[in-house]
């Protein structure tokens, strides 16, 4: 038994004393972290918080007369300003401000797209136009019952009278809360131009709005040579359509020839004339 627990020291002691091999995965001592203390005592560094653009324009502005009022409304207002004042950038985007909240009408053409010609004359295939009314009518119908069975209040088994409804608290709240604060910077921008202005105009005083105004300052500006004002005033024409070719068919289309007799539904009109629609196959992509 000596002899053998003799024969394994030796081999023991080689494996303790194995020379340490500086490597991969293998530092050197020395510069080893001891046991029970982190490598990253500070921890994962945080992710940087996100910007939130709404703050930024919900944050507080104070005016010269102690006034507060948010960002947003204050850089709308130094827009209408600038734009009022015949400044380019500012009146770019006014122009742009007032495409996106739709406050310019669509101008009516003066030569009609659509042309009607008389025509009281009989339908040329009466039975398939009489079983088209017949077939229409019946849909209708259908689609009538369909609508007040959907809108007949649910009851309860035993009850004459309907269920009461139950209003959302929730909802209510959050409609009585939304309204100037709830602004964004279109909203905003609405009702300001909305504002009413008096002028004097040809001897008479009228009232327009603020983007009135500010058109009618820069069109003035204009008449006066103001070189400014003539840009913006160019802008303004093109986006009312005033460099429209309106006698270039291939700019406005062509007018449409229609009957007198106003058709419900293109149904109607193909069944009343006998037409049909074909559809043609589509090319090849080749």
Same mark, same amino acid.
């Given at each position: ?14 494996? +303790? ?6 490597? &991969?995965?293998?530092?050197? $001592? ?23 653009? $709404? ?11 102690? $006034? ?6 204050? &850089? ?19 122009? !742009? ?16 797209? +659509?042309? &009607? ?11 398939? &136009? ?34 009461? !409804? +139950? ?31 008096? +002028? ?17 300052? @820069?069109? @003035? ?66």
């Amino acid at each position: 038994m000596d002899d053998e627990s003799d024969s394994a020291k030796p081999h023991a002691l080689h494996e +303790i004393q194995a020379p340490y091999e500086v490597g &991969y995965k293998h530092p050197p $001592r020395h510069t080893r972290f001891p046991k029970g203390r982190s490598g990253n005592p500070t921890g994962r560094p945080k992710r940087p918080e996100g910007i939130l653009i $709404r703050d930024i324009f919900d944050s507080s502005q104070i005016l010269k007369d102690g $006034r507060k009022i948010s960002t947003r409304e204050a &850089y709308l207002r130094r827009i209408l300003k600038g734009a009022m004042e015949g400044n380019a950038t500012a009146f770019r985007i006014f122009l !742009k401000l007032m495409r996106e909240a739709g406050l310019f009408r669509k101008e009516t053409s003066k030569h009609p797209h +659509i042309i &009607y010609y008389d025509d009281r004359t009989p339908s040329e295939f009466p039975e398939s &136009y009489e079983a088209w009314k017949q077939k229409n009518a019946a849909e209708r119908a259908t689609q009538a019952g369909k609508t007040e069975a959907g809108h007949e209040p649910a009851r309860e088994p035993g009850s004459c009278s309907p269920k009461p !409804k +139950i209003r959302n608290s929730a909802s209510t709240a959050r409609r009585k809360t939304s309204g100037a604060e709830d602004e964004n910077m279109i909203a905003l921008f609405k009702r300001l131009v909305a504002e009413r202005k008096t +002028i004097k105009q040809n001897g008479s005083s009228r009232s327009v709005t603020l983007a009135e105004l500010i058109l009618l300052k @820069n069109c @003035n500006a204009a008449l006066q040579n103001d070189a400014a004002a003539f840009g913006n005033i160019l802008r303004l024409a093109e986006q009312g359509g005033e460099f429209l070719d309106r006698d270039d068919p291939a700019k406005v289309g062509k007018p449409l020839l229609m009957p007198r007799k106003r058709f419900e539904t293109t149904e109607e009109l193909l069944a009343f004339y006998g037409a049909s629609i074909v559809e043609l196959p589509k090319k090849p992509a080749n």
